[in-house]
């Protein structure tokens, strides 16, 4: 099976390719140059997901796999959310994310958290499916780590006591958000992924 992964970020790839193995043809974005950057305009994960692997299939051809993700907390309602690569506006800056979340949490005891990975498969057609992974955690007070991204360095793993910036990213891609969806899609989506369906 050839799968296109709605995404031009090299080290996503390379987590794909580990996790589907050699029976499964990994191309992505960066195959088709001409393909556009689909707007992420929907008010869930599902829906940005959805729209990414399904505007993908049907310009290439091929079963295409998206992800959204983001950071969900608790004490915010859920925010930052879908919003949470541009939480303190466009373009993306991580730091100023990062005071952002802090000074909304500033004062605030309930630090509970978690990222949230929805990939959503689809056919050539555009039939979508979904699945989620999560990991659950709490944001600490102050930026720690050199290592990962984005929130990395605010968030803390249940039952770990370094952020996933220091714990670095060979640990963080085995409890991650996205690890955990990954794992649900082999489980849910095994028979496509190994070519014994071409469609749902």
């Not at 029976?23 to 689909?38: M, N, R, T, W």
């Not at 079963?63 to 608790?74: K, P």
């Not at 993306?92 to 498969?121: I, P, Q, S, W």
């Not at 409890?175 to 014994?196: C, F, M, T, V």
Request: aromatic share 8%; charged share 30%.
């Amino acid at each position: 099976m050839k799968l296109l992964i709605a995404t031009r970020n090299r080290h996503k790839l390379d987590e794909f390719r580990k996790l589907f193995g050699a029976h499964v043809e990994i191309a992505s974005a960066l195959d088709f140059p001409h393909l556009p950057d689909v707007e992420e305009d929907g008010d869930t994960f599902e829906a940005n997901a959805v729209k990414k692997a399904a505007t993908l299939a049907r310009a290439t051809g091929l079963w295409a796999l998206a992800d959204d993700s983001g950071l969900a907390v608790d004490a915010l309602g859920g925010r930052p959310g879908v919003f949470s690569a541009r939480y303190a506006g466009e373009p993306t800056d991580y730091h100023a994310n990062n005071r952002k979340l802090l000074k909304e949490l500033n004062g605030v005891e309930n630090r509970r958290a978690r990222f949230v990975c929805v990939m959503a498969l689809s056919d050539p057609a555009g039939n979508a499916k979904t699945v989620r992974g999560t990991c659950e955690g709490r944001i600490i007070h102050e930026t720690r780590g050199a290592h990962g991204f984005g929130y990395d360095p605010l968030f803390v793993p249940d039952g770990r006591e370094q952020t996933f910036a220091e714990l670095g990213d060979d640990i963080k891609n085995t409890i991650s958000h996205r690890a955990n969806a990954l794992k649900e899609a082999r489980k849910q989506w095994a028979p496509y992924l190994d070519g014994k369906h071409t469609g749902w």
